[in-house]
């Protein structure tokens, strides 16, 4: 599998594409990414050492759900494609194409709820699942309750948990 970092970015391969005499000139050059999400999900696991208990347990989703997803079997939404996200330890690059190749929007700053979890991507806290309901730490709680679901709290990197919502989407 190509690395993350060979790839060409998607301005750059618009330009390339409308600069061309031809779309076969364009696809002769071999640019097209035939990259399924399962490839890029086995990649990213390989790329961050993880095992797929590893992401199931990071992600707090059901193992089968994971399962499916990997397999290829079904596509996660766009909640569970952020979660895979935060479970594969994915920097903020690597969610967005994730979600792209999800087939869901990818998150955007503009969005209050989307810039919470840019900023939890991009300052390294992870999700992690906890069985208390609406009981929550951390300065994020302002934000409201939950986030991806109603048990998300994310942990930053000296261990402090925060919760973040779900209301940010408002």
């Known amino acids: ?25 364009y696809l002769d050059e071999g640019l097209v990414s035939a990259r399924t999400l399962t490839d890029y999900l086995f990649d990213r696991m390989e790329a961050h050492d993880l ?27 766009r909640d569970h494609a952020i979660m895979l996200a935060f479970g594969l330890k994915c920097t903020l690059r690597e969610t967005q194409r994730l979600l792209r190749l999800a ?24 999700r992690i699942s906890y069985g208390r309901g609406d009981v929550a730490t951390g300065r994020l709680t302002t934000f409201g309750p939950t986030t991806l679901t109603s048990e998300t709290q994310v942990r930053g990197h000296q ?10 989407m408002r």
């Open 1 to 25: 599998m190509a690395d993350i970092l060979e790839e060409h970015l998607t301005e750059e391969l618009l330009d390339r594409l409308l600069a061309s005499a031809s779309i076969e000139q």
């Open 103 to 126: 087939g869901v929007s990818e998150l955007w700053c503009k969005q209050r709820r989307d810039a919470i979890i840019i900023w939890c991507i991009r300052n390294g806290f992870d």
């Open 159 to 168: 261990g402090e948990t925060w919760t973040i919502s779900r209301r940010c």
């Open 51 to 77: 095992r797929r208990a590893d992401v199931v347990r990071a992600s707090g989703l059901n193992a089968t759900v994971v399962y499916d997803i990997f397999s290829g079997k079904s596509r996660p939404g």
